[in-house]
C-alpha cells in the first residue's frame, strides 16, 4: 500500500519558533510537494522537488523554506513561525513524467502558531 | 505560469442527480495533465480521474467524466447519479509536463448532496 506519512497530525508552536513539518514516502517518487489549505484558497504550493537537493518555489514560499537530503524525505521549515502561517499542511508526492501519474497525499498537519 | 480556477465555491446536488463541477485552467506548456480529487471531511485526498492534453476522448472513471473542452480551457467533473457520500470538497488540478511537473491546483468546490 502507498504511504505518504506527515510527522504530525497536530503542532501548536509559539510565534517565532523555528517549525519543522517532515514528510516521508515509501513509492521511490521522484517529485515532491508542500501545500497549504485554507478555506476559500484550496491548496496552494508552497515549495515542489523534483529531485534530491532539488527544489522550485510555488506560489506561496515567503517565511517557508525546504530541505530534501534523501529521496524519500522532504522537510518544510519554516524559520520563525507567525499567526498568519497557522493552517493545514499537506504533503504530496508523485512520479516524474508525463500521463496519469496522479499525486499521493499525506493526511496532513494542522499547524496552530500562538 | 499555470492557474486553476474553480468558480464554484458550494454547490447542493439532489441524491441521484447528474451534477457538473466547473474547472478552467491557463498555462503555456504545450503537453499537460489535469486531475480531480476528491476531499471529504476525514480530510484525505481521493484522486478521481485524470485526462491528458492529447488525449482524443473525454476520460471516464465510473461515475465520473470530465467533459474536456481544449480551446475553452475547460475540464468539467461530471459526477452521475450522485450520492449522499459524494458529499465533499472537489478539487481540479494540472500539472505541466514541461514545467517540470509541478502540480497546481484550484480553489476547490464544496458539492453538497441532498437526500
Known amino acids: 500500500d502507498v504511504k505518504v506519512t506527515q510527522s504530525s497530525r497536530y503542532l501548536v508552536k509559539r510565534t517565532g519558533e523555528k517549525v519543522f513539518l517532515e514528510c516521508v514516502q515509501d513509492?521511490?517518487?521522484?517529485?515532491m510537494f508542500w501545500y497549504r489549505q485554507d478555506p476559500g484558497l484550496g491548496l496552494r504550493l508552497i515549495y515542489f522537488?523534483?529531485?534530491?537537493?532539488?527544489?522550485e518555489k510555488g506560489d506561496i514560499p515567503e517565511g517557508y523554506s525546504v530541505s530534501r537530503e534523501k529521496k524519500e524525505r522532504f522537510s518544510l521549515i519554516l524559520e520563525s513561525a507567525s499567526t498568519n502561517q497557522t493552517s493545514m499542511y499537506l504533503c504530496?508526492?508523485?512520479?516524474?513524467?508525463?500521463?496519469?501519474?496522479?499525486?499521493?497525499f499525506g493526511q496532513g498537519t494542522r499547524l496552530t502558531v500562538v | 505560469a499555470q492557474k486553476i480556477t474553480q468558480t464554484q465555491p458550494g454547490m447542493f446536488v439532489q441524491e441521484k442527480e447528474a451534477v457538473t463541477l466547473d474547472c478552467t485552467y491557463d498555462?503555456?506548456?504545450?503537453?499537460?495533465?489535469l486531475f480531480w480529487y476528491k476531499q471529504p471531511s476525514s480530510g484525505e485526498m481521493i484522486f478521481l480521474i485524470y485526462?491528458?492534453?492529447?488525449?482524443?476522448q473525454n476520460a471516464t472513471e465510473g461515475r465520473y467524466s470530465l467533459n474536456f473542452q481544449k480551446a475553452r480551457k475547460s475540464a468539467n467533473l461530471v459526477i452521475s447519479a450522485s450520492q449522499l457520500g459524494d458529499s465533499a470538497m472537489y478539487f481540479c488540478?494540472?500539472?505541466?509536463?514541461?514545467?517540470?511537473?509541478?502540480?497546481?491546483f484550484g480553489g476547490g468546490t464544496r458539492l453538497m448532496v441532498k437526500p
Open positions: 513509492m521511490d517518487h521522484e517529485n
Open positions: 522537488s523534483y529531485d534530491v537537493k532539488m527544489k
Open positions: 485526462q491528458g492534453s492529447y488525449d482524443q
Open positions: 498555462t503555456s506548456d504545450p503537453s499537460y495533465g
Open positions: 488540478a494540472m500539472r505541466g509536463d514541461n514545467a517540470g511537473n509541478m502540480l497546481t
Open positions: 504530496a508526492s508523485s512520479y516524474r513524467g508525463r500521463g496519469g501519474t496522479e499525486a499521493f
